[in-house]
């Protein structure tokens, strides 16, 4: 199969591109520089597999939750581009996308964005036996500090929220993860992963029915909340 996946969702941009048994991909941290990355990002890709935008069989996008602009475009992307080709969408979560960056072992994941204004998305997974994963909670936000967890006997941790709350998440652990990455972010190549088997299940969707996922409708704190 031919399939096209966008992360856009925090600071990293990818495009992703899954051709046959392979998929190849371009990512790089590109803070506010996404909608003028993204769509070069894939042209590159198609036309270094040497098939073009009517040879995809669906467009795969990192759907949230993260930064709202970032979330916001990966959707509004991928709508357009499935309506111009008649083509399905399978949107995937972005946080887990940002699990599969985790050690391939049996300890339990936890996926940790920042999402600034003192608070977290997070989400907690496991590997199946397929490559893929297991949804050990709901995606949420909130703080560090009130984060609930599920039982686990070993964590690995994921994404930027550990590089700004790692003392707080480490309190919510219990103990330390045998592995945490806060420099890793979500990347279309594990959007693809995912989406491929969301595609071979039958669970594409309309263009129109792929929807952003933001978790919470605030954008900034107020003057009074900033202390101002």
């Known amino acids: ?70 979330v916001r475009l990966a959707v509004s992307l991928a709508q357009g581009m499935a309506m111009a080709l008649d083509r ?17 072992d049996d300890a339990a994941i936890l996926a940790v964005i920042d999402a600034r204004m003192g608070e977290i998305y997070a989400a907690c997974y496991k590997r199946d036996d397929e490559g893929g994963l297991l949804a050990l ?29 790692h003392a707080a998440l480490l309190a919510r652990l219990g103990a330390e993860p045998r592995s945490a990455d806060g420099s890793c ?8 992963t995912l989406a491929v088997r969301e595609f071979e299940a039958g669970r594409a969707v309309a263009p129109e029915q792929a929807l952003p996922v933001y978790l919470r409708d605030k954008v900034a704190l107020t003057l009074a909340e900033q202390g101002r």
């Not at 399905?88 to 940002?98: E, F």
């Not at 972010?185 to 693809?192: C, D, S």
Request: proline residues 6%; hydrophobic residues 45%; contains cysteine.
């Open 1 to 70: 199969m031919n399939l096209l996946a966008i992360e856009t969702a925090t600071e990293s941009c990818s495009v992703a591109l899954v051709h046959g048994q392979t998929i190849v991909a371009r990512s790089e941290l590109a803070p506010r520089r996404h909608a003028e990355r993204v769509l070069p990002m894939a042209d590159e890709l198609l036309a270094e597999a040497g098939i073009g935008k009517h040879a995809l069989d669906a467009i795969a996008v990192g759907r949230g939750p993260g930064a709202f602009t970032g």
């Open 88 to 104: 399905p969408v399978i949107p995937v979560s972005s946080l887990a996308a940002l699990a599969l960056e985790a050690p391939e």
């Open 137 to 165: 909670d709901e995606e949420r936000v909130s703080t560090a500090q009130s984060l609930v967890l599920p039982q686990a006997h070993a964590w690995n941790v994921a994404g930027s929220g550990w590089a700004t709350y």
């Open 185 to 192: 972010y979500p990347q279309a190549r594990h959007v693809a």
